[in-house]
């Protein structure tokens, strides 16, 4: 969310910032309505505050007069129509807010200045880790993963329809080796608090960091409550300090936790459909991070480095892409792709998006910290990234570390956890 006195005073950024979106067109006539609202809201507040002068200054005249012995009825008259007329100013007022910050829940953050411009065509690998597998007598992921009993796509549609799997055997303990590996490495070697999070979160958690209002259409909803299935755990994780103010000591705040993830824009527009490409429902290891606004760039790279890490574990060829503006998240300034080869269906598969959301989301869940050498509280800034999400990466094992005989060699560092060296 926008800063109001930011849009303000700094318009014309506000508009270059959309216009390396490409949404300026679509979004002009949302400001130039917000620049109206906040006027008109700006001159309803000053016509409440000469109206109150008005009411204390006839309010002392009336004690004056019945001091003096005198009737007083003709001003207590006007003080009670000043009374009324700023109880109508106050319900226009409270509408123009209520209009006001509807407006500003609407506009995407704006992109740092090393954001390049443009589409998704504009993407730029910014490093690569590992050499990619020629793919010509890989099978894809989801013919090995049958024919080795490890995920069961039909069943899963049975159960749940299109777009939700079930993992089997070898498959299931898979998943769980991947939960514990990650768990581990980010809380053992990276620092991160583990916490255990619900997945179902209410509307003010799904506004806080941006899913609502403007992607509810893509989000499963509880029948008959104002409730929420996550999308990702950074949704509760980021909202556990909803409405509090840290002290500036414990920033950087860093969790991560596990959770089942859900949405329901997966398989949109039947793309990538088949396999575990885009499901509804999938498992995955969120970081999330509570910084200062001076430290958040470094940040944002260390946390970047921390998905990577688990992607180099797994032995699996990957690169780091910066999304163009254009092709940013709505609440991001500034996004890595983490993308890993997956030679059996020839693509690059993104398995994590690691985002900066500078003051953001902080402004919408009014999350704050103290200031050390004193001050007034300030927002602090958010980070988040998967660490990764299961799906992609299964794929990418099955695929990358695919064997002539058909069977996978499992990588060494989730050899412990799954209690094999190869799934066959």
Not at 87 to 95: G, N
Not at 133 to 162: M, N, Q, T
Request: with cysteine; glycine share 8%; aromatic share 6%.
């Amino acid at each position: 969310m926008h800063d109001l006195r930011a849009v303000r005073e700094n318009i014309d950024a506000l508009r270059a910032g959309l216009r390396r979106r490409g949404a300026l067109d679509t979004l002009s006539p949302t400001i130039d309505r917000a620049i109206g609202l906040d006027k008109a809201r700006r001159e309803t507040i000053q016509a409440v505050e000469e109206r109150k002068a008005a009411r204390n200054a006839v309010t002392q005249q009336v004690g004056e007069r019945k001091r003096a012995g005198q009737s007083a009825d003709e001003l207590q008259q006007q003080s009670r129509a000043l009374g009324e007329e700023i109880a109508r100013l106050d319900r226009e007022l409270a509408e123009t807010e209520s209009q006001l910050s509807a407006i500003l829940l609407e506009l995407p953050n704006i992109t740092l200045d090393e954001v390049p411009a443009g589409g998704e065509d504009s993407n730029a690998v910014v490093r690569s880790w590992g050499t990619p597998r020629e793919g010509a007598r890989v099978k894809p992921h989801w013919e090995v993963g049958a024919s080795l009993g490890l995920i069961d796509f039909e069943r899963g549609a049975k159960i749940s329809g299109s777009g939700f799997i079930v993992f089997s055997g070898a498959g299931a303990h898979l998943v769980r080796s991947l939960m514990n590996l990650m768990l581990d490495v980010h809380t053992r070697e990276h620092g991160y608090q583990e916490t255990w999070v619900p997945v179902v979160v209410n509307r003010a958690s799904m506004t806080g960091t941006a899913q609502l209002p403007k992607f509810e259409e893509d989000m499963y909803a509880l029948k008959g409550e104002d409730a929420f299935l996550i999308p990702t755990a950074e949704v509760p994780l980021t909202n556990l300090y909803r409405d509090e103010i840290l002290p500036e000591s414990e920033l950087p705040k860093a969790l991560v936790a596990y959770s089942a993830c859900f949405r329901r824009e997966a398989g949109a527009a039947g793309k990538d459909t088949r396999g575990l490409l885009r499901v509804h429902e999938f498992d995955k290891v969120e970081l999330v991070r509570f910084v200062t606004p001076e430290t958040a760039g470094q940040q944002h790279e260390l946390l970047t480095n921390h998905a990577e890490r688990i992607l180099k574990l797994l032995e699996l060829p990957y690169r780091v892409v910066r999304l163009a503006s254009g092709d940013t998240g709505f609440a991001s300034a500034h996004t890595y792709d983490l993308e890993v080869y997956a030679p059996g269906v020839g693509k690059w598969l993104e398995v994590s998006s690691c985002s900066n959301f500078t003051d953001f989301q902080a402004r919408r869940a009014n999350i704050r910290y103290k200031p050390t050498g004193g001050g007034k509280p300030r927002f602090v800034h958010t980070l988040n990234g998967s660490g990764l999400a299961f799906p992609r990466v299964v794929a990418s094992i099955l695929e990358h570390h695919q064997q002539e005989d058909g069977s996978v060699i499992v990588p060494a560092a989730l050899r412990t956890y799954l209690g094999a060296e190869r799934l066959a």
